[in-house]
């Protein structure tokens, strides 16, 4: 209807309209009905929706004075540009696009939102056109390309940059053109060109202005983007000095922003838009320095000395530092109240601190002796503050208030340098071997010639000194000498703790400490030189393999635990970080053949068999982790007797205990007995945590270990079924097994698995018949249970996708090859699981997020590992796992879109195989066709989406045929604009042009599936015109 | 019915109370707050600055009133824990507002009343309308018959549930034959079926 009113005559009157419309929308809730609102709501939607409304919007934009209505007119704009794309002539296209630059351009005085959407539109216009191929790249380079030159886009910021919300907006179109890549550059020299323009005209404006709040980010921005973006050997061919100029800018401005985040911290600002900034430059580093080829060694040494150094100091107190200064040097503290919830500096800033240890190494001989006299010096001072505290202790032990100012301040001093130190040593990794950085070794092969190494050792092996109280202390290996800085600080702190200081002590950086030495040790300890070139002398002496110092390090590392799981049992995340550490003292072989010769490692293993205090008191997660590390310790290196002398201390008592407690005769009595319970969760806490220590060579030990008692926790969950907390602990043990073992099982023993896991259910089941969970405003976590029987069928399932085992080979030698009879298969336990989870997942469920997630992971699993077991479902549960996948692919999460659009190929796949056009799933595929039809089609969907929508697509449209043509008729009888009715349809003769007749072929496949994406391009966004 | 309670005295001389450090609670474990033995609902842990020690946050709901308490104290903290015992008993007759009970030992308690509220409702109407009632009870240390409390129901076919004491009792004697029995599971289970209820109470 508006479409007709479009035509450029009726204009006024549709601008009258709109600002009628405009009037009500505006007006406050008193004057209008809900009535009038909803018609003008709807006549600016119908107006977004006319077609070409590209003339009457240019009036609108011209003419009207009402800002709302310029805003619709320019999202009207943008919507149709995409809609109509290939209805339009390229020629009009670019003169919309100046039509708009010039018209913001020329009204400085724009409304904020107004003049957002109308830069949008371009940007909307030029990222379209980019993917154009059948627009000429060169215009589009050589229009930029005068936009920045004549037009210089930096010049002109700089005249607006007056007015600060016009000037956020350059930047961002800036920000964009900075990353401006691909077919639309003709040649490599236009790319060196068009960049040292850009970087010329940004380093002109930056420098001669004093930036303003508002365009920290932007400018962050635009540098991050052209550093990202442009490959290295571009950015090499700039003229050496500009490119200079722009590292020494972008040094100025990264330590500029550091300072500026900083006071942001301080003010405890709401909107810190300098860290933002600062964040981005830092990342901008790291990419910039990662690059050996481009760059000769040394090149950003001066840049990270600086940038490194700044980033100290805004971290350090006064006066070394700048830490908690407002900008006139007033320092302000405050104790504010933690939750659990906030995160920890080491994650909350894990990129900006692996950017700043990349610099630290880039730098090493500037930094590592920097940090290492910083934290001796702090050392000291920690040292003596806490003496002297304890002797205002002793001399008026009543004296309760002590100032702890300066301790906090060199607590806080001390967290920084041993997060910094950590990322500048050893890197983030996960599962791999970390290496030692290759900076870092060769700063110390580098100064090997003149280092001493029994001082070197010395250092190291005296804590309990000031390292400069030890002759010739300057002639140490500098990276031990940092290392050893920090067991000075972790041997001030167990000096401390004897001294009953412990109230004074920072959990924090007892944290701090172990997470050092973890990380430390995953990548220093025992070092195999086999995995490096070559290797420092003073390392391979120092932590090498058969080494006095190893040795000695594993013993202090080892006491560190035991002392920390004691004294800080309180402090959850502390504990739980030590025992992090012990885990890496044994999850390898060379360094738990150490640790088990210590005498203490066997008082750990015995004391935390008795359950007595004080490792009973630590939380469930650290039990059940410390059992993992004594279970790993367990497969050092030993001989037999010692071996056995071992698991008789270890495991054997848990078992002891735990069957001495269900044989009672009266344990059905007694069952609920606070004493009993707790010996009871406490062996299945342990189950857990011996699962966890699965590893390839153990798992034979283990799994035949963990059957014994999953038969009995069986038992359990009958006793127990009132006690739902208990219940689930039980679930857990069996999901852990699972989770870490299923993959190495050999057929015979996945199938005692399978068949333990069926009976739990069976159980499971029968005690859950007909349970109704009353509490309708019942929390995430009463529906545990649901949540981790999911979990166990997944694991259970996930043995088809990854599977190391080699018909139960790890087993031999442990026991007689019996024969096998499959009796029980994954599917038959997994299907029976989900007979059973289905009917108890509802809707209402599915809002909690967990549930829904593992709930849809699972059907797609299922769909894809046994499509041929679906059409056997009962018909309940057929209807309801296809009405899930409906669910799922209309009002889920994208996420559960995609798994649900990945379940359906393989049953279309499962139907074309069977052909049978009669059955339920061939029909429900049907339906799936209209859905994805319509998805892909008619409706606006989520780019990431559009991959597996495509795939899913094509085979259903294989299997299908028929209704496909169907679909497309119809679509295009309801077209009546001819122009458009022969677009359409010549894009969808397109499109199955290279597939007649579309096949389950893979190369079809991927012919349709190209073709599918320059559809989608061309004739998407047409059909959404009303 | 608070004022009842003894905690004082417990029962075959075990302790009302024992202490345990803070840190090692559990949620749905129990414990003491303000004087009131209850169950954790809920647990958080803070702390005051970047380098304080942890002190922790809990809610509790008093297991006998179903009132909530409150409580913050430091980790290192020793808080006390009450010693909770749970009886399932049969239910057998409602006389005068008083419950009517049948131990596993045969022996009939009658000393109980019927619950305030939705509790006490529904478990008349259950009865009355001829199902059979299992009840729940807790005990907190002191001699029961002074502090007994119905907790809950459950119901479900007396027949089942007459053979579920004969079958757990020799619990510790099948144990050693677990395989055999759990070959028969399917003769002796099934069809069980037990429907929950009041599972919310405790």
């Known amino acids: 209807m508006m479409a007709a009113a479009a035509a450029a005559g009726g204009a006024p009157e549709v601008i009258a309209q709109l600002e009628n419309a405009a009037k009500v929308l505006m007006a406050p809730p008193s004057m209008v009905n809900n009535e009038q609102r909803q018609h003008a709501e709807h006549i600016f939607l119908s107006f977004r929706k006319s077609k070409s409304p590209f003339a009457v919007c240019k009036h609108i934009l011209e003419t009207s004075k009402v800002d709302y209505v310029l805003f619709q007119a320019a999202t009207a704009i943008m919507e149709a540009v995409v809609r109509e794309w290939i209805l339009l002539e390229k020629t009009s296209i670019e003169s919309l696009r100046t039509f708009l630059l010039t018209y913001v351009l020329q009204r400085p005085n724009l409304q904020k939102y107004v003049r957002e959407q109308i830069l949008l539109a371009v940007a909307v216009i030029v990222k379209r056109g980019s993917l154009d191929k059948s627009i000429d790249c060169k215009s589009i380079f050589h229009e930029v390309s005068q936009l920045i030159s004549s037009g210089n886009p930096t010049v002109v910021h700089r005249k607006i940059r007056e007015d600060t919300d ?58 991050s983007n052209l550093i990202t973006v442009f490959p290295r050997n571009i950015l090499t061919a700039i003229p050496n000095e500009l490119f200079s100029s722009f590292v020494n800018c972008l040094a100025h401005l990264t330590c500029s922003f550091g300072r500026s985040a900083a006071l942001e911290e301080v003010l405890d600002k709401d909107d810190m838009v300098y860290m933002e900034a600062y964040d981005k430059l830092l990342e901008s580093w790291l990419t910039l320095v990662q690059d050996d ?41 405050e104790e504010e109240e933690i939750s659990e919830l906030q995160e920890d500096d080491r994650d909350q800033f894990c990129d900006q601190l692996a950017s700043v240890g990349m610099l630290g190494r880039i730098a090493a001989e500037h930094c590592i002796p920097l940090l290492t006299s910083l934290l001796e010096d702090r050392v000291t001072r920690l040292h003596g503050q806490l003496q002297r505290h304890q002797q205002q202790l002793l001399a008026s032990p009543a004296s309760g208030t002590i100032d702890n100012k300066v301790l906090d301040d060199l607590y806080e001093d001390i967290h920084w340098l041993i997060l910094v130190t950590g990322y500048l040593l050893a890197n983030d990794t996960q599962g791999e071997t970390p290496l030692i950085p290759p900076e870092v070794m060769e700063y110390s092969i580098k100064h090997s010639a003149e280092v001493d190494i029994n001082t070197t050792l010395q250092i190291l092996g005296s804590p309990g000194e000031k390292a400069s109280s030890i002759p010739g ?6 990276v031990i000498r940092l290392l050893s800085a920090i067991l000075r600080v972790s041997e001030v702190e167990s000096r401390a703790i004897r001294a009953n200081l412990t109230h004074l002590l920072s959990p924090q950086m007892g944290k701090d400490i172990v997470w050092f030495l973890k990380r430390w040790a995953k990548t220093y300890l025992l070092v195999d030189e086999k995995l490096y070139d070559q290797i420092s002398l003073p390392f391979s002496t120092a932590f090498g393999a058969d080494t006095e110092g190893s040795q000695w390090i594993v013993g202090y590392l080892l006491e560190k635990v035991i002392s920390n799981l ?9 504990a739980n970080d030590t025992v992090q550490l012990l885990v890496t003292l044994v999850e390898r072989r060379e360094r738990a053949n150490l640790v088990i010769q210590c005498e203490n490692w066997w008082n750990l293993a015995k004391q935390f068999a008795r359950r007595s205090p004080p490792l009973h008191y630590l939380s469930s997660s650290v039990q059940r982790t410390l059992m993992k590390a004594l ?55 342990a189950l857990c945590g011996i699962a966890e220590a699965t590893q390839i060579d153990n798992v034979a030990i283990l799994f035949n270990f963990l059957m014994d008692f999953l038969n009995n926790c069986i038992g359990l969950m009958e006793v127990y079924k009132n006690t739902p907390e208990t219940v ?136 894809e590992i046994f499509p041929e077991k679906i059409p056997q479902l009962p018909e309940d549960l057929f209807k309801s796992l296809m009405y899930s996948l409906e669910l799922g692919m209309s009002s889920m999460s994208s996420d559960v879109c995609q798994l649900c659009l990945e379940a359906v190929i393989p049953l279309a796949e499962q139907c074309a195989k069977a052909q049978e056009t009669d059955s339920t799933l061939f029909l429900a595929t049907r339906h799936f066709l209209k859905m994805v039809f319509d998805m892909l089609v008619l409706q606006k969907h989520n780019t990431e989406m559009t991959t597996p929508a495509c795939e899913a697509f094509y085979t259903l449209v294989c299997l299908h045929q028929a209704e496909y043509s169907e679909l497309v008729e119809t ?39 190209k073709s599918l994406e320059e559809f989608m391009a061309n004739v998407g966004g047409l059909l959404c015109v009303k | 019915m608070a004022d009842e309670l003894d905690f004082g005295t417990g029962d075959a001389g075990a302790s009302a109370t024992f202490p345990m450090q803070c840190s090692a609670l559990r949620k749905n474990g129990f414990v003491v707050l303000k004087g009131r033995p209850c169950k954790i609902v809920e647990m958080s842990t803070s702390k005051t600055g970047k380098h304080g020690h942890a002190k922790v946050r809990m809610v509790g709901i008093d297991i006998f009133t179903g009132k909530k308490y409150e409580d913050i104290c430091p980790s290192t903290h020793n808080m006390d824990v009450p010693n909770i015992k749970r009886c399932d008993f049969q239910l057998i007759g409602i006389q005068d507002g008083y419950l009517s009970l049948l131990q596993d030992s045969g022996e009939v308690r009658e000393d109980l009343r019927l619950p305030d509220g939705e509790l006490g409702r529904e478990i008349e109407q259950k009865y009355d309308c001829g199902e059979e009632i299992l009840v729940l009870m807790g005990r907190y240390g ?56 009041g599972y919310g109470a405790l």
């Open chain 1, 293 to 333: 080829k481009h760059f000769h060694k040394g090149f950003f040494t001066q840049h990270a000395v600086q940038v490194f150094n700044s980033y100290i100091q805004c971290h350090l107190a006064a006066p070394d530092g700048t830490r908690n200064l407002t900008a006139n040097g007033v320092a302000s503290r």
């Open chain 1, 566 to 574: 004691a004294v800080w049992s309180s402090e959850q995340d502390l």
């Open chain 1, 166 to 223: 016009m000037a956020q907006d350059s930047l961002q179109c800036l920000a964009q053109l900075a990353s401006l890549h691909g077919p639309v550059f003709p040649d490599e020299g236009s790319q060196v060109d068009y960049l040292a323009h850009f970087i010329e005209g940004l380093l002109n404006t930056i420098n001669g202005i004093e930036i303003e709040d508002s365009e920290a980010v932007g400018i962050s921005s635009i540098i």
């Open chain 1, 728 to 863: 689930n602990l039980i679930i857990e043990v069996f999901v852990e097994v699972a989770h870490k073992q299923i993959c190495y099982l050999g057929e015979a023993k996945a199938m005692n698995l399978y068949e333990a896991c069926l009976t739990l259910l069976q159980v499971y089941s029968k005690n859950n018949l007909g349970r109704q969970r009353i509490d309708v405003t019942a929390e995430e976590d009463q529906y545990q249970d649901l949540l981790l029987i999911m979990e166990l069928l997944t694991n259970l399932l996930s043995k088809e996708f990854i599977d190391f085992s080699d018909t139960d080979e790890v087993f031999r030698g442990h026991e007689p090859g019996q024969a096998t009879n499959r009796s029980v298969s994954a599917a038959d336990v997994v299907l029976y699981g989900v007979n059973l989870v289905l009917p108890l997942m509802s809707q209402d469920l599915l809002k909690f997020p967990s549930l829904c997630n593992q709930y849809y992971k699972l059907i797609t699993f299922i769909c």
């Open chain 2, 142 to 197: 002191a001699v029961m018959g002074h502090c007994g409390v119905v907790m809950g129901w459950l119901w479900g076919l007396w027949a089942l549930w007459g053979g579920y004491g004969a079958l757990w009792g020799g619990y510790g004697a099948l144990w050693g034959g677990y395989g055999a029995l759990w070959g028969g599971y399917g003769a002796l289970w099934g069809g069980y079926g037990v429907l929950w209820g």
């Open chain 1, 473 to 478: 202390y300057n002639r140490t290996d500098s």
């Open chain 1, 631 to 685: 279970v790993l310790g367990g497969f050092a290196h030993m001989d037999t007797e010692t071996k056995q002398q071992y698991w008789t201390e270890v495991l054997q008592p848990l078992q002891q205990r735990f069957l001495n407690v269900i044989n009672q005769e009266n344990f059905q009595q007694i069952c609920q007995e606070e004493e009993v319970k707790q010996e009871i969760t406490a062996t299945l806490e």
């Open chain 1, 971 to 1009: 679509l295009l009888s309801t077209q009546q604009d001819p122009v458009i009715y022969q677009r359409l349809a010549d894009a969808f003769n397109k499109l199955t042009a290279s597939s007649t007749p579309p096949t389950l072929d893979r190369k079809q496949k991927m012919a349709f599936l």
